[in-house]
């Protein structure tokens, strides 16, 4: 079975700190790529981050960087310089078999001005 | 470019009626999937196209029907609504290396 597990269901930080949001996924395949969307109230799902699992080198996108620990199923999230802007539901995903998609349950963040 | 639209935004249905939430993309995308949200849940796959006249089966299909005539549209089906099914509702198409677009999602109540 594929799974993920976003084990904190919410996460506050203040504005301008650095926050990690943490992810597990369970495959047991070998080629996969793993996501991270933000859906803001508005509810507009917006990607975030990928990865490919065949790379070894984590994935930045300017704020925005992975911690990618392949043989212990981890992919999480780290935020840096937090802003207002950033107070989202945060999902983990991993996609298998070129379009099975799976899901966390989400962590929920808040930014504190 | 208008990118995945999704209509209707909100509907309400009577347990036993049927209705199709349209969905449509402007990007050329062969990718197309369809997606409940759930409280607690986060997003479960439905169904799924990987071209025109090409669908298959997601994580959680009953109950629901697509098909796809053209690249652009991916409409889903619900042929008797159950309250089972009341849920917010994404259409999402990507691009071959992965990156998925979301439409704006349906929610949809079923009394």
């Known amino acids: 079975a594929q799974t993920v597990t976003q084990s904190q269901p919410e996460m506050s930080v203040q504005e301008a700190e650095t926050v990690t949001l943490s992810c597990t996924y369970d495959t047991s395949e070998n080629n996969y790529y793993l996501f991270w969307y933000k859906q803001p109230p508005s509810r507009q799902m917006i990607l975030v981050i990928r990865q490919e699992a065949y790379k070894q080198q984590n994935a930045t996108e300017n704020r925005f960087s992975v911690n990618f620990q392949k043989a212990a199923k981890s992919f999480s999230l780290k935020i840096s310089d937090s802003q207002l802007g950033d107070t989202a539901m945060y999902f983990c995903?991993?996609?298998?078999?070129?379009?099975?998609?799976?899901f966390g349950t989400g962590t929920s963040l808040t930014v504190i001005p | 470019n208008a990118g995945v639209t999704q209509t209707p935004k909100f509907q309400v249905l009577k347990t036993g009626q049927s209705m199709t939430l349209q969905c449509a993309q402007d990007?050329?995308?062969?990718?197309m999937s369809w997606y409940r949200q759930d409280p607690g849940m986060g997003l479960r796959l439905i169904h799924y196209s990987v071209g025109a006249g090409i669908t298959d089966q997601g994580e959680v299909p009953n109950g629901y029907n697509v098909s796809r005539s053209t690249t652009e549209d991916f409409p889903l089906r619900l042929l008797s609504a159950a309250p089972s099914q009341t849920s917010v509702y994404f259409c999402a198409s990507r691009t071959f290396y992965n990156e998925q677009f979301f439409g704006p999602g349906t929610r949809l109540t079923v009394l």
């Open positions: 990007m050329n995308h062969e990718y």
């Open positions: 995903a991993f996609m298998i078999g070129g379009n099975q998609f799976y």
